[in-house]
């Protein structure tokens, strides 16, 4: 599924033109990603929980050359999904 595919289902389960879905969507993202890029949690009952959590630092290795390369520390975005759409995927 990509944005255009769910820009087409907000547009026909809400009947709102699909120019407003498309900016209903845009917002929605972006506001997720500037509260990402400031490190908050985003909660969404029955869906799940995006969270901003540390990396740390790793000794990785080169694939072609078989070199070991440094791994800096960094941050990284994991999802957790809720109890709902667990169990809606799982059946």
């Not at 944005?3 to 506001?31: S, W």
């Not at 995006?50 to 800096?72: H, L, S």
Request: proline share 7%; aromatic share 4%; hydrophobic share 40%.
């Amino acid at each position: 599924m990509i944005k255009l595919d769910i820009v087409n289902q907000v547009a026909d389960q809400t009947g709102v033109p699909k120019q407003k879905a498309e900016q209903v969507v845009d917002a929605l993202f972006n506001a997720m990603k500037d509260a990402l890029a400031k490190g908050k949690r985003i909660e969404l009952r029955g869906f799940g929980v995006f969270v901003v959590k540390p990396r740390k630092r790793g000794i990785g290795r080169n694939p072609r050359t078989g070199k070991e390369v440094p791994i800096p520390a960094g941050k990284t975005i994991r999802f957790k999904p809720g109890k709902d759409l667990q169990a809606k995927t799982i059946k």
